[in-house]
């Protein structure tokens, strides 16, 4: 059984920074990618970040780009979210999830997610 577990996240002011991580347990399957997602309150999930299929690429959303990096280690089969300069705009309960499709940016195509850590960037 897959379990996802996050951690890392918190209350902090606009400018700081936070790490999140994702342990990930039970995978029969450990080369499917592992990515991120957010979901504010009232929203639809949304993609953050998450690392290609073949492991050598990674995709960001937009409004994360510059800000936000993602990591891996594959020993421990764990994820990584840094987020620097963080803004109001990325308060989120932020989930991670593994991905069994090539639709990257499509909540749809997770098998698995965690349950979730969350972020509150105030002003």
């Known amino acids: 059984q897959v379990q996802l577990v996050e951690s890392g996240g918190g209350l902090v002011q606009a400018g700081a920074s936070l790490r999140l991580s994702c342990a990930a347990s039970g995978r029969a399957n450990k080369r499917k990618p592992m990515g991120w997602f957010r979901q504010a309150p009232g929203k639809e999930r949304e993609f953050v970040a998450v690392?290609?299929?073949?492991?050598?690429?990674?995709y960001y959303a937009d409004s994360v780009k510059g800000r936000f990096t993602i990591s891996r280690d594959n020993a421990k089969d764990t994820i990584a979210l840094q987020m620097n300069s963080l803004r109001p705009e990325d308060t989120a309960v932020y989930y991670c999830g593994v991905l069994g499709t090539s639709e990257y940016d499509n909540p749809r195509a997770y098998d698995h997610w965690g349950q979730g850590t969350q972020v509150t960037v105030s002003s």
């Open positions: 690392f290609s299929w073949s492991g050598d690429r990674t």
